[in-house]
């Protein structure tokens, strides 16, 4: 049914399967309420086990919960020590120990709004957990969702970065003008003032 939607919709999609049991999925640009329905059709199309972390918040009512937990959603504390890298580098690392697949989806700037650039937390989760990134990039101009650039970050950031921006370019999300450049910003700035006026 996933499929079958996805190509009513117009949507290729370029996906040969995950290399390792656990990494970390970008997804880039994130401009529109309309992306994450796209993803998950393309997650149940394709039967891929993707997780994404939430507000512990948002799980705690029943029934909401119990939706969130069913499309693939971890509950992460913002304000225990360590923060939400800290969780998920916890649970990298149990999933390996126990031999368990896991790969965590999730948009790297973190709003739909424009930002001066991505919010680190997946480059810190990755690095500490040792996990590969896969680079999903989401165009709407080609009505393409492409799943097929991974890569071991080597530490240097802006090496990385740029690896990233150039396997990034050219994407159009829907709202082109919201997408956020390819930079990681500091950590330290408060999510209220990342807003690009």
């Given at each position: 049914?996933?499929?079958r939607?996805?190509?009513?919709?117009?949507w290729q999609?370029?996906?040969?399967?995950?290399p390792t049991m656990?990494g970390?999925?970008?997804v880039?640009p994130?401009t529109?309420?309309?992306?994450f329905?796209?993803m998950?059709m393309?997650?149940?199309a394709?039967?891929?086990?993707?997780?994404f972390?939430?507000?512990?918040?948002?799980?705690?009512?029943?029934l909401?919960?119990s939706w969130?937990r069913w499309l693939?959603?971890i509950?992460?504390?913002?304000t225990?020590a360590g923060?939400?890298?800290g969780?998920?580098?916890?649970?990298?690392?149990e999933?390996?120990?126990?031999?368990?697949?896991?790969?965590l989806g999730?948009?790297?700037?973190?709003?739909r709004?424009?930002i001066?650039?991505?919010r680190?937390g997946?480059?810190?989760?990755a690095?500490?957990?040792?996990?590969p990134?896969?680079?999903?990039?989401?165009?709407y101009?080609?009505?393409e969702i492409?799943?097929?650039d991974?890569?071991?970050l080597?530490?240097?950031q802006k090496q990385d970065?740029?690896q990233?921006?150039?396997?990034?370019q050219?994407v159009k999300?829907?709202h082109?003008?919201?997408?956020s450049?390819?930079q990681?910003?500091?950590p330290?700035?408060?999510?209220?003032?990342?807003?690009?006026?």
């Open positions: 049914m996933a499929s939607i996805l190509k009513w919709m117009g999609v370029k996906f040969d399967g995950f656990q970390i999925a970008v880039y994130h529109s309420n309309w992306d329905p796209v998950l393309m997650k149940w394709y039967g891929i086990p993707v997780m972390w939430g507000k512990d918040s948002l799980f705690k009512w029943p909401i919960g969130m693939g959603g509950p992460v504390k913002r225990v923060g939400v890298v969780q998920a580098v916890k649970i990298f690392e999933h390996k120990q126990a031999g368990q697949y896991l790969w999730l948009s790297p700037e973190g709003t709004k424009r001066p650039g991505w680190s997946f480059y810190l989760t690095t500490k957990a040792k996990v990134l896969c680079i999903v990039t989401l165009d101009a080609k009505r492409s799943a097929v991974f890569m071991d080597s530490g240097d970065m740029a990233i921006e150039a396997i990034c050219g999300g829907l082109p003008e919201l997408a450049p390819i990681l910003i500091d330290k700035i408060s999510r209220q003032d990342l807003v690009v006026k």
